[in-house]
Structures are given as structure tokens and as C-alpha cells.
């Protein structure tokens, strides 16, 4: 391992495959994942990749607005959930992602659920690959 990549310690790695694209399917090596694809809008079945993104976007989230709530010594209400708005946009440049999470935590002060989510986006995975590469939209409801 070379000098600058020594501190990172790897956690988890996802092997997934797709076949089809956008209309195909999408496994995981373990078989956990099985998974038909459909484009966005079609009427085929199957999920998409910003439904799928959108869902690893929200619950990595939580899992950060935990770790956030332990460090500022407050329960995160069990009712905490994330709803995620993926948009697959067209401009000039072809196509990108944006994106919103409307954060709901009731039965805690906004103050302090503000905090978590400040917490929580410097520090959620997902959030830290979006940084600077989507619009992304915050939004406590």
C-alpha cells in the first residue's frame, strides 16, 4: 500500500453486477441484491438506479444523523426518516443528478435537529460524494 492510502481502512465492499442497462437486472455476488431494472418514467417493472441511489442516499443519512445524535448526547427519535428526491435532469451538457432530502425528525427541537443534520451531511458517505458534484437540497419537515 503506498504512503498516502495507509490510513484508510476498507469497511465493506458491494460487488454488484448489471446486465441490460437500464432495462436489465442488477445481482450482488452474496445474492442479497436481485434486482429488475426499469427506466425512469416506463411502464415495465422493475426500480431504476436514482430510486436505488435515492434509497442509499437516505438510510446512509440516518445512519450519520445517529452517530451525530451520540456525539451531541441526543436520542434520535426511532420515527426519524428521510424521504429522497432524485431528479434526472437534461441541460446543455447532457444529463445530471440533483437532488433534495426532507428530513423528518419529530419530537425533538429544531434546533438540535438542525444540528443533526449539519452533523450528518459533512460526515454521510453519500452526501461527501455529492458535495460539489449535484445541487443538493436540506429540508426539515
Not at 433534495?100 to 435537529?113: E, N, S, T
Request: glycine residues 12%.
Amino acid at each position: 500500500m503506498s504512503p498516502t492510502t495507509d490510513h484508510i481502512q476498507v469497511l465493506y465492499t458491494a460487488h454488484t453486477r448489471t446486465t441490460g442497462g437500464r432495462d436489465g437486472r442488477g445481482t450482488s455476488d452474496d445474492g442479497r441484491l436481485d434486482v429488475q431494472l426499469g427506466a425512469p418514467g416506463s411502464s415495465r417493472p422493475g426500480t431504476n438506479p436514482e430510486q436505488l441511489f435515492g434509497v442509499g442516499w437516505s438510510a446512509c443519512f440516518i445512519g450519520a444523523m445517529r452517530l451525530a445524535a451520540q456525539a451531541i448526547g441526543v436520542r434520535l427519535p426511532p420515527e426519524t426518516d428521510v424521504e429522497a428526491i432524485v431528479d434526472l435532469n437534461r441541460g446543455a451538457d447532457g444529463y445530471f443528478l440533483s437532488g433534495r432530502l426532507r428530513i423528518h425528525v419529530p419530537g425533538l427541537p429544531r434546533d438540535k435537529a438542525y444540528e443533526l443534520i449539519k452533523r450528518a451531511h459533512d460526515t454521510c458517505p453519500y452526501s461527501k460524494m455529492t458535495r460539489g458534484n449535484m445541487n443538493v437540497g436540506l429540508e426539515l419537515v
